[in-house]
């Protein structure tokens, strides 16, 4: 069974920088993608970034320019650094990684911009 381990969430206030990590318990080149979707309070999952196995990446609009994602290897883990952090990017951050259909999810971290 996949697992996929998220850390770095917590309480920022607007135009600070949190960088999420994600470490999958498989080569992560095994996957077509990895990424990060999030669920912000009476919203619907929003696809937040990924980056696929040939390394080309996307990103939802509204953090275009704030968020980057990246990946080591070697270590199997993945990163999003957000950066100038606005109270809209309040959400619970979910690590992904996909096979074709098949999705991975890791547990979710809370991200809270506010001041």
């Known amino acids: 069974q996949v697992q996929l381990v998220e850390s770095g969430g917590g309480l920022v206030q607007p135009g600070g920088s949190l960088r999420l990590s994600c470490m999958v318990s498989?080569?992560?080149?095994?996957?077509?993608?990895v990424g990060w979707y999030r669920r912000a309070p009476g919203k619907e999952r929003e696809l937040v970034a990924s980056i696929n196995v040939g390394g080309k990446t996307r990103f939802a609009d509204s953090v275009k320019g704030r968020f980057i994602i990246s990946r080591d290897h070697a270590k199997n883990t993945v990163f999003l650094q957000m950066n100038s952090l606005e109270p809209e990017d309040t959400a619970v951050y979910y690590c992904?990684?996909?096979?074709?259909?098949?999705?991975?999810w890791g547990q979710g971290t809370q991200v809270t911009v506010s001041s």
């Open positions: 498989e080569n992560i080149f095994n996957f077509n993608s």
């Open positions: 992904y990684s996909n096979i074709l259909s098949r999705y991975y």
